[in-house]
């Protein structure tokens, strides 16, 4: 089993008219790709953002704890939190063309985070920009690196941020949304990509992602949360090929990719009823008011999370955790 090396217990994230993470618990280890997914709304990005402490006010995180590498971050000063990030922890945030700065090549907006954590010259950024625009597959990179992000095709731009995330060896990269408005062959070649720099580096690497296709391909465990709240977690076989909550049965029933035979294309998706938005301020589990097989107890109180060996679902309705379920919800 791969070393922890990021360890999320009961990560809480409150803004003033609702919590966008509640009660989230995780781990990532040295060298492994964690998935988390869910539709937009679920609490995704928030939860990246909170890693990095970077959740934008008026939220704040109000519970739990972030463990990296050894440290406690939500007890970590600004200062001391500015040196970990881009150094140790790294984020590809979602849209390339609005995260690039529109009036700076690209080489300077690479070399600017090699110089803020190294202090290494301008020339020695340049020179070091060259590189990683090499090493993620930019063609002609001493050319390149003086480009603007608007000369540079969607596929180029979202390699320009994994060089901007990797340029001094993170040990965690976030990628949210790395696949964005992206076609399937630059999708295919950009996680082709991370998946390389995950072993070249020995990363862990957190992979944030609505595309179940991603999740089966290329990570190691999966993450499903609705609503705030993790509700499953497992191995993507265990999640794509035997989904024990019925929101993750949704998502495969409303994914073109769900089944495993050739005919799954005369299959007709079937969509979830109903919105997220309808989740927040509810009681119970948050999945009740799109769930076709709630009861009354789901209605009550927010299920516990129960593990079968790797594998953990929040529903009191899955066969074996029914017994331990009413024992915890008794008590």
């Known amino acids: 089993m791969a070393t922890t090396l990021l360890e999320v217990e009961n990560l809480t994230v409150r803004f003033p008219r609702l919590a966008a993470v509640q009660d989230l618990s995780f781990s990532v280890g040295v060298g492994e790709t964690l998935a988390i997914v869910g539709e937009s709304g679920s609490g995704k990005s928030i939860t990246a953002l909170a890693l990095m402490?970077?959740?934008p006010p008026?939220?704040?995180?109000?519970?739990?704890s972030i463990r990296f590498d050894g440290r406690e971050l939500t007890a970590l000063p600004d200062a001391a939190m500015r040196k970990v990030r881009g150094a140790e922890i790294a984020m590809i945030f979602q849209e390339p063309m609005t995260s690039l700065n529109p009036v700076l090549t690209?080489?300077?907006?690479?070399?600017e985070t090699v110089r803020l954590h190294e202090g290494v010259s301008r020339r020695i950024a340049r020179a070091r920009a060259i590189e990683l625009l090499d090493l993620v597959r930019i063609p002609e990179p001493h050319r390149r690196v003086d480009d603007y992000p608007h000369q540079l095709s969607g596929g180029m731009r979202q390699r320009v941020m994994i060089a901007m995330a990797v340029i001094c060896r993170p040990k965690l990269l976030i990628a949210d949304e790395p696949t964005t408005?992206?076609?399937?062959t630059i999708q295919a070649q950009v996680l082709a990509l991370l998946d390389n720099l995950r072993r070249e580096l020995s990363m862990g690497l957190l992979l944030i992602t609505h595309d179940l296709g991603i999740v089966g391909q290329w990570a190691d465990r999966v993450v499903v949360m609705y609503a705030s709240r993790k509700v499953e977690e497992g191995s993507p076989d265990a999640i794509l090929d035997a989904?024990?909550?019925?929101y993750t049965q949704g998502l495969m029933a409303a994914s073109p990719r769900h089944a495993g035979d050739l005919h799954y294309r005369r299959t007709p998706l079937v969509e979830i009823p109903g919105s997220i938005t309808s989740a927040f301020g509810e009681t119970g589990c948050p999945f009740v008011p799109r769930c076709a097989l709630a009861e009354a107890r789901c209605r009550e109180v927010v299920p516990p999370p129960l593990s079968l060996g790797d594998?953990?679902?929040a529903c009191v309705?899955?066969?074996?955790f029914k017994e331990a379920a009413d024992v915890a919800l008794a008590g």
Do not use: E, F
């Open 311 to 313: 594998h953990l679902v």
């Open 106 to 111: 690209i080489g300077r907006q690479i070399g």
């Open 58 to 64: 008026p939220g704040r995180i109000t519970g739990g």
């Open 243 to 246: 989904p024990w909550h019925p």
């Open 53 to 55: 402490r970077l959740v």
């Open 317 to 320: 309705r899955h066969d074996p």
């Open 181 to 184: 408005a992206l076609d399937v």
